[in-house]
Nanobody, 126 residues
Framework: VQLQASGGGLVQAGGSLRLSCAAS????????GGWFRQAPGKEREFVAA??????????RYADSVKGRFTISRDNAKNTIYLQMNSLKPEDTAVYYC??????????????????WGQGTLVTVSS
């Protein structure tokens, strides 16, 4: 599976952005999908994950984005989305999408993801 992330940009604090991650391949629905981010000088961190559809599209979020971000998927379009609302300056980072077929309980573990897209930069100004 190859991934292409898009939708990043510059937004003021309190604003919204929607990131998209388009995947190639006919087995997309069999993968869990995740969004991660990496701020300058920091390690890549988990943001959100959505299970493969056979698991009912379950979701999981980092505490720092819970209630503000929403992950979703459209299998017909082979795309995973990350709707980001009430953005804060500390959300500034390069955002990456990834997919994996590991056990769902490890969905927040960066090391478990096998296919990664290129990053898209999100900058939130204060």
């Amino acid at each position: 599976v190859q991934l292409q992330a898009s939708g990043g940009g510059l937004v003021q604090a309190g604003g919204s952005l929607r990131l998209s991650c388009a995947a190639s391949g006919r087995t997309f629905m069999n993968f869990h999908g995740g969004w991660f981010r990496q701020a300058p000088g920091k390690e890549r961190e988990f943001v959100a994950a959505i299970s493969r559809s056979a698991y009912g599209d379950s979701t999981r979020y980092a505490d720092s984005v819970k209630g503000r971000f929403t992950i979703s998927r459209d299998n017909a379009k082979n795309t995973i989305y990350l709707q980001m609302n009430s953005l804060k300056p500390e959300d500034t980072a390069v955002y990456y999408c990834a997919v994996t077929q590991i056990v769902w309980s490890y969905a927040d573990d960066t090391r478990r993801y096998t296919n990664w897209g290129q990053g898209t930069l999100v900058t939130v100004s204060s």
